[in-house]
């Protein structure tokens, strides 16, 4: 059965107001039969969000304007597709306690979950890393070089894979090397395979599944999947469940790429 486990919806604070019933149907007439909306949790209330617009996750009256909307999605297309309710959680260093407290609340309400990193931190201060060339460019200046910048981002998805973040922790690995996503921006060449490998053992460790995750192909500055397409006989040898993710924020993202990735 064609799986998309990894899709936003209307309730997006960065994407677009696409309706929410334009992607089950487009869903449907492609072909999948499985679907789940991982729309981005709210972040910790003590979490100054360094995005400029402040839009990086929902807020907690949203939260709940979304669960109720995937709800009745998910009754009303029950005949014709599994919809699942979920959320991409951010893993952020410095508030592992306060995203457990969240996750004890709501996880109970969803069907399926992400765990991501998009926020690194450096002293005092976080940054976005995939916000813009710009910032990822900032935050090489500020740790001194590109591969630094790496170095940090992939210490802190090991991290986020090893932390105690209750029952209802995401079991599924966003995007593992969503670092990329401005490699042909900055230039540099990285050898990060040895990172990315051992990322690849810890999800293995732990039994948990990886995104795969297709969005890199549509970013100009990127131009692969996360992780790279050769990376997948490797995470298949380790036994780790792969689950396509568009990461679509609207309709016409939906399921794009996934005929380049998982076509099962």
């Given at each position: 059965m064609k ?6 919806t209307?309730f ?17 007439r492609s ?6 909306f ?5 972040l910790?209330s ?5 995005t ?7 807020s907690l009256?949203?939260l ?27 893993y952020?260093t ?5 995203t457990?407290s969240f996750?004890d ?5 969803l ?7 998009h926020f ?24 001194g070089s590109?591969?630094a ?7 802190t ?11 209802f ?14 490699q042909?921006?900055h ?6 395979d ?7 053992e ?13 969005a890199?192909?549509s ?5 692969e999947?996360?992780?790279?397409q ?7 040898s ?5 689950i396509?993710?568009?990461?679509a ?8 790429h996934?005929?380049?990735?998982y076509?099962?």
């Amino acid at each position: 059965m064609k799986r998309d486990g990894h899709i936003h919806t209307p309730f997006c604070p960065h994407g677009t107001k696409d309706e929410l019933r334009a992607y089950i149907e487009k869903a449907i007439r492609s072909g999948f039969g499985d679907i789940s909306f991982t729309e981005h949790a709210p972040l910790p209330s003590s979490f100054a969000d360094p995005t400029p617009e402040k839009d990086s996750g929902m807020s907690l009256e949203t939260l709940h304007l979304y669960l109720d909307a995937i709800k009745q999605a998910k009754d009303a297309y029950k005949n014709d597709i599994q919809i699942r309710v979920g959320l991409e959680v951010d893993y952020i260093t410095g508030y592992e306690s306060e995203t457990r407290s969240f996750l004890d609340e709501y996880g109970p309400l969803l069907d399926d979950s992400i765990l991501s990193v998009h926020f690194l931190r450096m002293g005092s201060d976080y940054f976005c890393m995939d916000y813009s060339k710009e910032v990822f460019m900032d935050i090489a200046h500020q740790a001194g070089s590109v591969e630094a910048v790496y170095e940090l981002y992939y210490k802190t998805v090991e991290a986020s894979i090893a932390a105690e973040l209750g029952a209802f922790k995401p079991k599924r690995i966003g995007h593992p090397t969503l670092v990329h996503k401005f490699q042909l921006a900055h230039g540099k060449k990285i050898d990060d395979d040895q990172h990315i490998k051992r990322v690849l053992e810890k999800i293995a460790e732990t039994g948990y599944e990886m995104d795969l995750n297709g969005a890199g192909f549509s970013k100009p500055d990127c131009l692969e999947s996360y992780p790279p397409q050769h990376y997948i006989p490797v995470a298949e040898s380790l036994g780790i469940p792969l689950i396509f993710g568009s990461d679509a924020h609207s309709v016409n993202g939906l399921h794009k790429h996934y005929g380049k990735l998982y076509n099962k």
